[in-house]
């Protein structure tokens, strides 16, 4: 491109200066060996590393890291690397990113953050760097044989703030019995005015001519089952996830 930008310029020098038109192959000339050498000088392609996580969840963040080793590079140089993916990783199943570097080594990071269940593929990586003088750039393609499982998003339930709640549920910080609206008989209690009629054990108060009646104990360790509605209308998007995995995130 920039030969071809040279030409309205020859024209011109032609045309001012007729007896001067040979310096405009010259030009041309030396442009091109400057953009050989800068590409010569952009140094190869030592190592190209993806580290791509195994495991994700369905609207998380999941980080990739891509990592290259570049030779008789410039710290001034500005790789590029491009992913090709499954579209559930990434929109359109593509990702680019900017390198830079640090430590002696180029690297750049990146979120997946998946849209679908299932496994999706990172299949292919390009990375493209310029020269020294940014007048060529040198490009290389890498075949990939990578994975991430996409899971049903429950991350909710490992918050700190549901941990801490959970930590003291089941028993409390104190052990005692709870009585409360449950179906285990724990104990008669007289009768109060505000308790619930159908409570009343009528022997026991026949018995001891006063109203008496039963008190139950919370239940706990309750196994409790979600069902959900897997059919067509759950598949439509809200907020770029489906309607089921909204469900399972809620649930």
């Known amino acids: 491109m920039l030969i071809a930008g040279l030409a309205p310029l020859a024209l011109v020098?032609?045309?001012?200066?007729?007896?001067?038109?040979?310096?405009?192959?010259a030009l041309g000339g030396a442009l091109l060996v400057l953009i050989l050498l800068d590409g010569l000088f952009a140094g190869s392609l030592d190592d190209l590393r993806v580290i791509a996580p195994s495991d994700a969840e369905v609207g998380e963040a999941a980080k990739?890291?891509?990592?290259?080793?570049?030779?008789?590079?410039?710290p001034r140089a500005r790789p590029e690397a491009a992913l090709e993916c499954d579209p559930r990783l990434a929109p359109g199943g593509r990702i680019a990113l900017p390198l830079t570097f640090a430590d002696g080594a180029w690297s750049g990071t990146t979120n997946l953050v998946?849209?679908?269940?299932?496994?999706?593929?990172?299949?292919?990586?390009?990375?493209?760097w310029n020269g020294p003088l940014g007048l060529a750039h040198r490009q290389a393609a890498r075949a990939l044989d990578t994975e991430v499982r996409v899971?049903?998003?429950?991350?909710?339930?490992?918050?700190?703030?549901?941990?801490?709640?959970l930590r003291d549920a089941q028993f409390g910080m104190i052990a005692r019995r709870i009585r409360g609206e449950g179906t285990d008989f724990e104990a008669l209690a007289e009768y109060e005015?505000?308790?619930?009629?159908?409570?009343?054990?009528?022997?026991?108060?026949?018995?001891?001519?006063?109203?008496?009646?039963?008190?139950?104990?919370v239940e706990r360790n309750?196994?409790?089952?979600?069902?959900f509605?897997?059919?067509?209308?759950m598949c439509e998007p809200i907020e770029g996830l489906p309607r089921i995995d909204r469900a399972v995130t809620a649930a």
Not at 198 to 207: L, M, P, Q
Not at 229 to 233: E, L, N, R
């Open 13 to 25: 020098l032609a045309a001012a200066a007729p007896g001067a038109w040979i310096a405009a192959p």
């Open 64 to 74: 990739l890291t891509i990592m290259a080793d570049l030779a008789r590079t410039a």
């Open 114 to 128: 998946p849209n679908r269940r299932g496994t999706g593929a990172v299949s292919r990586v390009w990375l493209r």
């Open 151 to 165: 899971w049903p998003n429950i991350a909710p339930v490992r918050s700190p703030a549901l941990q801490i709640f």
């Open 193 to 217: 005015p505000g308790m619930d009629r159908r409570r009343i054990d009528w022997k026991s108060s026949a018995r001891h001519a006063r109203l008496y009646a039963k008190e139950y104990e």
């Open 222 to 227: 309750n196994q409790i089952v979600f069902a």
């Open 229 to 233: 509605d897997c059919g067509q209308a």
